[in-house]
């Protein structure tokens, strides 16, 4: 079975433009969580999406959105990009049940200049 | 602020020698899972625990979980080069889709 998978691996952005990262699950899956990881903060939850619709959130400015699709394929985009912004965002899937476990794609680089 | 405390942030060993990563907290977890990241990827699943007072072992990898449901621990035996990477412990709550992360523990192996 196919892991999850992440495009595009590596992008670099410039202050205040916005990004759109996307993020396959494993087949079955239906639930898709994002997370930040920084050096400083390691990794953040910034939110999950179930059935195309988010079922929570992290504390991330409003900056941060996503969505999900019919066929649980989910994206996330962050507008007026920061130097803070540079971080690998991670996307993992997992069966719908809480707490269930997670299995991470290899993540999306981003880097702000 | 991290709700799960990993110990100790970093470890540098020789091969051979056996090492433990403690991850504790003062929050109930569900579930407990414990992953190893190499530099620029996704971190990558070893084990989940689910029952207080459980022990799961993987070849030369022991997990165990606390009692409480509360803290856990990874012993490694006769560590490897290959075991090189940093190491993250992860709780889930009944918060949908969301694990608590430690900081994570890098673990060097030296051959």
């Known amino acids: 079975k196919a892991g999850v998978t992440q495009t595009p691996r590596y992008l670099i952005k410039t202050r205040g433009q916005q990004v759109t990262l996307s993020c396959s699950p494993i087949s079955g899956h239906r639930s898709v969580s994002w997370y930040q990881q920084t050096p400083g903060q390691g990794l953040q939850f910034l939110f999950e999406y179930f059935s195309e619709t988010q079922r929570n959130k992290g504390n991330f400015p409003g900056r941060f959105s996503g969505r999900q699709f019919s066929n649980s394929r989910s994206e996330m985009n962050v507008s007026t990009l920061e130097l803070g912004d540079s971080a690998l965002y991670l996307c993992?899937?997992?069966?719908?049940?809480?707490?269930?476990?997670?299995?991470f794609g290899p993540g999306t680089r981003l880097l702000v200049l | 602020t991290q709700l799960l405390e990993q110990s100790p942030q970093f470890l540098s060993i020789q091969e051979g020698e056996n090492l433990t990563v403690y991850c504790n907290s003062s929050s109930v977890f569900s579930s407990l899972q414990w992953y190893r990241q190499e530099p620029g990827e996704g971190p990558v699943l070893l084990v989940t625990?689910?029952?207080?007072?459980e022990v799961k072992k993987l070849k030369r990898l022991t997990f165990q979980f606390g009692d409480a449901r509360k803290d856990s621990s990874l012993h490694i035996t006769a560590a490897q080069p290959g075991d090189t990477g940093l190491y993250l412990c992860a709780g889930a709550t009944d918060s949908w889709g969301k694990l608590q992360f430690g900081a994570g523990t890098q673990v060097v192996v030296t051959p």
């Open positions: 625990v689910v029952t207080g007072g």
């Open positions: 993992a899937s997992s069966r719908a049940d809480r707490g269930g476990t997670q299995y």
